[in-house]
């Protein structure tokens, strides 16, 4: 029989094409119909690993994605908020998770897959479009996804039927497939170029339920093993790529998964060699392997492999912890910031609920303090590497607000004394003038970009005016810290002094500045970025000015006020201050 390859081709990446669109649209529904509780409920696993591994498999579940699990759980440990224990207990459960999809596909061989595919396209291309709630848009997209997933099923399903009948083309596959090795590296391959393990495994159960792989359904299903053991090699390119631009946390959580999944299949190797994981596929199979049943077989390997690897590796999370901090070594400047710690069951004890917070709030300052001290140097120093520093720490101090605001707003519903609601609203406050900033370490920071991308440098007068100011600022940011670490009266009022001679040399320098570009000592374009940076750095004693004075008591509040959510900021030294 000719093998028509030009329309094998077509109908293979078409629906290729289809059922990579269509899982993302489903993956995209049921991520918008959860809203923000899929983050949420990642962000507040325990340290107990079960939990993580469950959760883990259970947002997979939902999503359709391991992949999208295993970058939501990168930007999560990225932004400190979970361990890499934790993060590996999470993933591992994701690769249990995805093995959902391998059984959706299964059902091609009980019913007729076409039969449902366009009425599920018509009814979420409706709901989609004429919904009029977001939940009902959201419930129109995943039905949509659904229909279009089966679509491509179905086009792949007529693409890979004329090898049934093709000696040739059956003996290539199964000859690949004979050699474990080379299988799980074509399986490898092609999962990295399409970035999709739940595609590469569809595509091996259709090409063996098509009879791709011969007739003879116990070499089939032996020959579609190590493909699919491939495919969970491949599918940890996503996570690498995802991790590349993030802190060492991150780059870990993304080894880890890539030597989770290739010690797994190592391990495996040897059995599908002997031809013993086949014969255990077959074992604790339900049904008698047959042409309708070989994707439920395959179905049930992809299961046995992930869920044994995964609970093989659970109790030895430590020891894979351990092993990539040797393979993914932290360096001088790495982030290192732990998750942010706000216990909820000490809510029910004020006084060490709002220790535990201002805790925290200190470690967000110290954040802030390095982002900033990262900024000045990359001015100083046209040094490109503290620009993504920054931009990292930036993120940290965001997700800092977030966390002990949502914290103290739950304390605020409790019944606290009158000191604990006096001081409530002040340490809201001070969470926010810490954020603020952040946000100009950042606008200090594309400052230092603008200097270098334009090649741009400051005279020797300027220079040396940037660090007295950058010197003055730290202290003040030193004294504010201890005032806010220890209630240090003494420490807040000496800031109060640093933010008047803050004001003078803002004055100072730009009258010095004018000078010099009278003098044409400096460039134009060079003293607006000095400016812009002298600017943002009086902007940051006035949000410290804001914390030193709230330390030393500047903010009063009645029962009334302090027993609810605080009104709104207080008086702030600096004019209208935009992001």
């Known amino acids: 029989m000719k093998l028509h390859v030009v329309d094998m081709a077509i109908h293979t990446v078409g629906g290729l094409g289809l059922f990579l669109f269509g899982m993302g649209l489903l993956s995209d529904g049921l991520k918008k119909a959860a809203g923000d509780r899929l983050r949420r409920v990642l962000e507040k696993v325990t340290r ?20 999208a699990t295993t970058v939501m759980v990168v930007g999560l440990v990225n932004a400190g908020l979970l361990t890499l224990r934790q993060a590996i207990c999470v993933v591992l459960g994701a690769n249990v998770g995805t093995t959902l999809t391998a059984w959706l596909v299964s059902g091609m061989s009980i019913f007729k897959i076409t039969t449902y595919a366009l009425p599920a396209v018509a009814i979420g291309f409706l709901l989609n479009v004429l919904g009029k709630k977001h939940q009902t848009k959201h419930l129109g997209q995943i039905i949509l996804g ?5 679509l491509g099923i179905s086009f792949m399903k007529d693409a890979f039927a004329p090898l049934k009948s093709h000696e040739g083309a059956r003996q290539i596959l ?16 092609f999962t990295m170029l399409i970035q999709s393990s739940s595609a590469s495994v569809a595509m091996i159960q259709i090409m063996a339920f098509s009879g791709a792989f011969g007739t003879d359904w116990h070499v089939a299903l032996g020959v579609a093993i190590p493909f699919i053991l491939g495919d969970d090699i491949g599918t940890t390119i996503t996570a690498q790529i995802a991790a590349l631009r993030t802190n060492v946390f991150g780059r870990r959580t993304a080894m880890a998964h890539t030597m989770f999944n290739v010690i797994g299949v190592a391990f495996v190797l040897p059995f599908v ?11 604790v199979s339900p049904v008698a392997l047959t042409g309708n049943t070989i994707m439920v077989h395959i179905a049930i390997a992809h299961s046995i492999f992930k869920i044994t690897n995964s609970l093989v590796f659970l109790p030895l999370a430590g020891l894979l912890e351990t092993l990539v901090m040797k393979v993914v070594p932290g360096k001088p400047g790495d982030l290192e910031m732990q998750p942010v710690v706000l216990e909820r069951h000490l809510l029910a004890t004020p006084p060490m609920a709002m220790e535990q917070a201002r805790r925290e709030i200190v470690r967000m300052a110290g954040t802030a303090r390095d982002a900033l001290d990262d900024a000045i140097v990359a001015i100083c120093a046209d040094d490109r590497k503290r620009l993504a520093q920054v931009a990292r720490k930036e993120d940290t101090v965001d997700d800092f607000q977030t966390e002990i605001t949502q914290y103290l707003v739950e304390l605020s519903q409790r019944t606290l004394s009158p000191e604990h609601a006096g001081g409530l609203p002040v340490l809201l406050h001070t969470v926010n003038d810490i954020e603020r900033i952040s946000d100009h370490a950042v606008n200090i920071a594309e400052i230092a970009g603008r200097k270098m991308d334009q090649g741009e440098s400051f ?10 100011m950058r010197t003055e600022i730290d202290d003040m940011f030193g004294d504010v810290l201890s005032a806010i670490d220890g209630s240090d009266m003494v420490a807040a009022e000496r800031a109060l002094t640093h933010e008047k001679t803050v004001n003078q040399m803002q004055i100072n320098l730009r009258r010095r500045h004018v000078q010099r570009l009278g003098e044409g000592t400096c460039s134009p374009i060079a003293g607006m970025i000095f400016v812009d940076y002298v600017d943002n750095m009086e902007k940051i004693g006035d949000h410290l000015t804001n914390i030193a004075q709230a330390t030393l008591g500047g903010l009063q509040w009645d029962g009334k006020e ?5 009104p709104g900021p207080p008086p702030s030294t600096e004019a209208a201050d935009e992001p």
Request: glycine share 12%.
């Open 48 to 67: 107990h690993p079960i939990r993580a591994y469950l959760v883990g498999a259970g947002v997979t579940c939902l999503i359709q994605s391991s992949s």
């Open 273 to 283: 060699y002997l031809g013993l994981f086949t014969e255990m596929v077959k074992a």
């Open 459 to 468: 005279s020797p007068a300027a220079a040396a005016e940037v660090e007295r």
């Open 174 to 189: 199964i000859a690949v497939g004979g050699r474990p090795i080379l299988a799980v590296l074509v399986g490898a391959l």
């Open 146 to 150: 659904f229909g279009i997933l089966f």
């Open 562 to 566: 302090a027993a609810g959510v605080p």
